[in-house]
């Protein structure tokens, strides 16, 4: 009897070692600093830069990041016009802030303009 009880918790384990081997290594991606690993949330950050983008920003890449409960977003962009106020700029990365803060609550967004 002892056996197969001993068989059981065994074969349990097996199927479930998966879920605890997977969170220690996004855990680890997250404190090396790498990319967002949560494609879910990471599309829907993608989904908000690009509904707030103006005409005049091509959009390069987008770092996203996340430590803990906190999200660091880094908008990479090409000016179109010669022209650019920093108010426009300001106004741009509010916006995001903005929508991004209702479903990610502590979020920090920073825009790099490229030439």
Known sequence: MKIREAIIVFLLCLALIKIPLQI??????????????????????EKVISENLLPDFKENTNYITKLGSSYLVVIYLTIRTDRVSVEWIETLREKITNSLVQNFHAINVEIILRK
């Open 24 to 45: 220690i290594r996004e855990s680890f991606i997250e404190l090396g600093g790498g990319v967002l690993q949560d494609h879910e949330s990471r599309t829907q950050i």
